[in-house]
């Protein structure tokens, strides 16, 4: 039970590129999230998706594009990395049935992204 | 605007003794409020939620925490400490469905985090 991964689990890269890092649930989630981790800030979401072909933006979505073709993959791409992106990123998918419930969000192990 | 605040950066313990790790919310209407746990080099672990019911809640790892909903808290407590439970502590609150438009999903408001440190 493979549950929520993440690639790469570490890259470095330099300011202007493109960068993009993967996320991959084997539950079949409808809901999946990425946010990025920095000292001070705690989680802060940058986007998620409801289901494929939707998403929106969350708190910190400047600079990001997401995409959602297939349901378990949810990846994230920084168009033209910026020092200011250098963050750890974590992917989370939860399963929502219906309006009343609480469903908890999992969270891949991170990927720690630095831009020189 | 919802928020969550977690007022200490740090939490020291002596093994063996009582923890506490706070957290205060502030949300629109009844909230649905989480505890996770984050080791190093680690991803976010669950640890437990409340829905509604009983005030008090019991998760993973022997942890609980107590729902108050007159002080607006939602703090994780462990009777006995572990060396092992050093980590960071995140509490995340949640609106309701019932508050929310159906596509905005249940997005978590996080805290900055506590770190817990029990030395033996």
Redesign the interface.
């Known amino acids: 039970d493979a549950g929520i991964t993440q690639s790469p689990r570490y890259k470095i890269t330099e300011t202007g590129r493109q960068v993009t890092l993967m996320c991959h649930q084997t539950w079949s989630h409808s809901y999946m999230f990425w946010y990025r981790q920095d000292l001070g800030h705690g989680l802060r979401l940058i986007y998620y998706s409801a289901a494929a072909d939707i998403t929106d933006k969350g708190e910190v979505p400047d600079g990001y594009v997401v995409s959602r073709s297939k349901t378990e993959n949810f990846p994230l791409t920084l168009e033209s990395a910026t020092r200011s992106q250098t963050s750890v990123y974590f992917c989370a998918s939860s399963e929502s049935r219906d309006r009343s419930s609480a469903d908890t969000q999992y969270f891949g192990p991170g990927t720690r992204l630095t831009v020189l | 605007a919802q928020s969550v605040a977690q007022p200490e950066d740090q939490v020291n313990v002596a093994e063996g003794n009582p923890l506490t790790v706070k957290c205060t919310y502030s949300v629109s209407g009844n909230p ?1 409020l ?1 505890w ?1 746990v984050q080791y190093p ?6 640890l437990l ?1 409340y ?1 509604t019911g009983d005030n008090l809640v019991k998760g993973s790892y022997g942890f609980e925490a107590e729902f108050n909903k007159s002080q607006t808290s939602f703090h994780l407590k462990k009777p006995s400490a572990l060396v092992s439970d050093s980590a960071l502590y ?1 509490c995340a609150v ?1 609106e ?3 508050y929310m438009i ?7 408001i ?4 506590t770190e817990l440190s029990v030395k033996p």
């Open positions: 649905y989480f996770y080099n680690r991803g976010l672990q669950f939620k829905i995140f949640r309701r469905w019932d159906y596509n905005q999903g249940g997005k978590l996080f805290g900055q985090g």
